[in-house]
């Protein structure tokens, strides 16, 4: 799927042109996005569309995956512990199913012979530079973390982790 056509969706519904009204200068700073890969499990995809006001300090969520599109207000976010929030692009040449494409280029590259179940992935901008920061949960109770440069097209990290690695085993 293409990041555009989330975008498309979000800059054409009623909620948004309603919202960019009011809110001017508001931004887009984020986004989340969740890949059910098991078979039936579509309707637990999710996606996410963040957009900064600047002169209210706020943000706000677009839940895509809604009908209509569901506007919620995010609490807790970096700018509360005095981050700086910067804008990601809303014009991004980001297609999820080439990543993942890469995500298992790397995986067999890896010897990881396991089946994607889920990604989910945080559209964010690190140090001028837009990155999908992914989980990528794989069968056999493993999970990758990966990040990936939009602006480079490629990944940056790429790290497998076992559900046991975050199980502290006691000795009796």
């Not at 804008?87 to 790397?106: A, C, R, T, Y």
């Not at 559900?163 to 006691?170: C, I, N, P, S």
């Amino acid at each position: 799927m293409e990041f555009q056509f989330y975008m498309e969706k979000l800059i054409s519904s009623a909620e948004f042109r309603d919202f960019k009204k009011e809110n001017p200068s508001a931004f887009l700073c984020s986004g989340f996005f969740t890949v059910d890969k098991k078979p039936g499990a579509g309707a637990e995809n999710q996606q996410h569309l963040d957009y900064f006001i600047p002169k209210l300090n706020k943000m706000v969520s677009f839940k895509l995956n809604q009908n209509p599109i569901e506007v919620v207000p995010v609490e807790n976010f970096g700018y509360a512990n005095n981050e700086k929030i910067n804008p990601v692009s809303d014009n991004l040449g980001l297609n999820f199913d080439e990543i993942e494409g890469f995500v298992k280029d790397k995986m067999y590259e890896e010897n990881i012979n396991k089946k994607i179940e889920k990604l989910i992935w945080s559209l964010q901008n690190r140090d001028g530079a837009n990155f999908l920061i992914g989980t990528v949960f794989i069968s056999g109770l493993g999970m990758i973390k990966v990040s990936y440069n939009i602006d480079e097209k490629k990944l940056t990290d790429f790290e497998k982790k076992s559900f046991f690695d975050f199980v502290k085993v006691l000795k009796k």
